[in-house]
């Protein structure tokens, strides 16, 4: 009995580990952190990829660092559509693929 508790309690634990933790931090702290944003927009032919950072001292913004870079386009793919149109919507459509961003800090 014991065990199937235990096998239980790890399942669970398990389960509610695993939640998306994107944006776990609400407000940066102010009093001197670099917040950084990255995002990418496809454009005909080639993709910008977009970083900004937010430079904060004191609890006030110094500086603001905004690179854009020329990524080749990666084709397209086929996905679901949903959009304010109701045509799109359950078909399958053509869209641009996107780029996987992974961020290592040190």
């Known amino acids: ?11 669970s634990f398990l ?8 944006d776990v931090v609400k407000q940066p702290n102010k009093d001197g952190s670099i917040e950084t944003t ?18 904060w001292v004191y ?14 386009n990666l084709g397209f793919t086929m ?3 949903s959009s304010n149109n109701e045509d799109s919507d359950g078909k399958m459509v053509n869209v641009p693929k996107d780029y996987e961003i992974y961020i290592t800090v040190k």
Do not use: P, W
């Open 1 to 11: 009995m014991k065990s199937k508790l235990l096998i239980l309690a790890c399942l």
């Open 79 to 81: 996905a679901e559509g």
């Open 59 to 72: 609890g006030a913004l110094d500086k603001v660092i905004t690179t854009v870079d020329t990524l080749k």
């Open 38 to 55: 990255m995002s990418t927009e496809h454009r005909a032919g080639y993709d910008l990829l977009i970083t900004q950072h937010k430079i």
């Open 15 to 22: 389960l509610f580990s695993c939640s998306d933790n994107e």
